[in-house]
Nanobody, 117 residues
């Protein structure tokens, strides 16, 4: 079982920046987490992938955040970061961290990001 604790959400003006962090703990080893990343979800909508990073460092981004968001990972700390620049009101959502193992996926509790215009 993997526990994920997120931090770094909040309120920011359009054009501003935030960095989200997600630390994994529990029954994990460096080999058990295949990839980590972030989804986001607005009320009444499906959760959508924002960015992901594999244990080998390969990254993927939703088209809407390419060039503005950067995902990185500190494997020694089992922590993933999402640097979000040039934030826009449409980025307002609850952001959820995930960690994928060989056969399961764990989720964080979610952190609110609100971008004011």
């Amino acid at each position: 079982q993997v526990q994920l604790v997120e931090s770094g959400g909040g309120l920011v003006q359009a054009g501003g920046s935030l960095t989200l962090s997600c630390a994994a703990s529990g029954s994990i080893t460096i080999f058990s987490i295949k990839d980590m990343g972030w989804y986001r979800q607005a009320p009444g909508k499906q959760r959508e992938l924002v960015a992901g990073i594999t244990r080998f460092g390969s990254t993927t981004y939703d088209d809407s955040v390419k060039g503005r968001f950067t995902i990185s990972r500190d494997s020694a700390k089992n922590t993933v970061y999402l640097q979000m620049n040039s934030l826009q009101p449409e980025d307002t959502d609850v952001y959820y961290c995930y960690a994928s193992g060989p056969s399961t996926r764990s989720w964080g509790q979610g952190t609110q990001v609100t971008v004011s215009s």
